[in-house]
């Protein structure tokens, strides 16, 4: 059984910083791109970031210059370290993996998910 499981959000003030974890179990994504998408209230799911294979970075330009995304082969793990959140960043951000695209932003693109994590940014 394919799981992805993340971990980091949580409540925090504008200007701080966060770092998710998503952990994969199941199979190997070493092949595909990993990334993260996001969830806010009354909102469509919406892309954030994903890495490449080689370690290409791809990212929204809402988050781009924030945010960092990262993976760990070994550990089977990839990382989104979020600074300077903003209220807006405000979501349920969800891991994603086993894109056969290196720059895939559309959440078709994606095999497996994660159940979400919750991060709140507030004033």
């Known amino acids: 059984q394919v799981q992805l499981v993340e971990s980091g959000g949580g409540l925090v003030q504008t200007g701080d910083s966060l770092r998710l974890s998503c952990v994969t179990s199941?199979?190997?994504?070493?092949?595909?791109?990993m990334g993260w998408f996001r969830q806010a209230p009354g909102k469509e799911r919406e892309f954030v970031s994903s890495?490449?294979?080689?370690?290409?970075?791809y990212y929204a330009d809402s988050v781009k210059g924030r945010f960092t995304i990262s993976r760990d082969n070994a550990k089977n793990t990839v990382y989104l370290q979020m600074n300077y959140l903003k209220v807006e960043d405000t979501a349920i951000y969800y891991c994603?993996?086993?894109?056969?695209?290196?720059?895939?932003?559309?959440?078709?693109?994606?095999?497996?998910w994660g159940q979400g994590n919750q991060v709140t940014v507030s004033s």
């Open positions: 890495i490449w294979t080689g370690g290409q970075t």
């Open positions: 994603t993996g086993g894109s056969s695209y290196r720059d895939s932003r559309g959440s078709r693109d994606y095999v497996h």
């Open positions: 199941g199979r190997t994504f070493i092949d595909y791109a």
